[in-house]
C-alpha cells in the first residue's frame, strides 16, 4: 500500500508555494478542475516527484460539498501521484467538480500529466 500514499513530502503545505506557483507558473482549466503548475528546481533536494496542493473555494458550495471534493481529489492524487510528473502542481475544483466521481478525477489527472510533461 506504500506505493499509493499520499505523503506529506508529495503536498504543498505553504501559502508561499501556492502563490508562487499561480504568479510564476502555466496554467489550465479543463472540466471540473483548473490547475496551475511549475516544473520542480532539479538542484533542489528530493525532487523524486510532484508535490500537489488542493484548493475548493466557498464559490463550490458549503463546508460538506467541499471537503467531499477534497476527499475524492485527495483519492485521485494518491492513486495517480507516481504517473505525475516532477511539477509542483495546485489544483482547484470547479463547481462542477461536485458531481465528478475519482474515476473521472483519476482520468483528468492523466491528461493533465500529459499535458504538463508536453508544456514544460
Do not use: H
Not at 20 to 44: H, N, V, Y
Not at 82 to 105: F, K, M, N, W, Y
Amino acid at each position: 500500500m506504500a506505493a499509493f500514499a499520499f505523503p506529506k513530502s508529495a503536498r504543498l503545505l505553504r501559502r508561499a508555494d501556492y502563490v508562487a506557483i499561480k504568479q510564476r507558473g502555466k496554467s489550465f482549466a479543463e472540466g471540473p478542475l483548473a490547475a496551475s503548475f511549475r516544473p520542480r528546481d532539479p538542484t533542489g533536494i528530493a525532487v523524486a516527484g510532484a508535490r500537489v496542493g488542493l484548493t475548493v473555494s466557498s464559490k463550490v458550495g458549503g463546508a460538506v460539498t467541499r471537503n467531499r471534493i477534497k476527499r475524492r481529489l485527495r483519492e485521485a492524487v494518491r492513486l495517480e501521484l507516481a504517473g505525475l510528473p516532477p511539477v509542483d502542481l495546485v489544483i482547484v475544483a470547479r463547481a462542477s467538480a461536485c458531481t465528478a466521481s475519482v474515476e473521472e478525477l483519476r482520468g483528468w489527472l492523466r491528461g493533465a500529466a500529459t499535458r504538463m510533461r508536453s508544456v514544460s
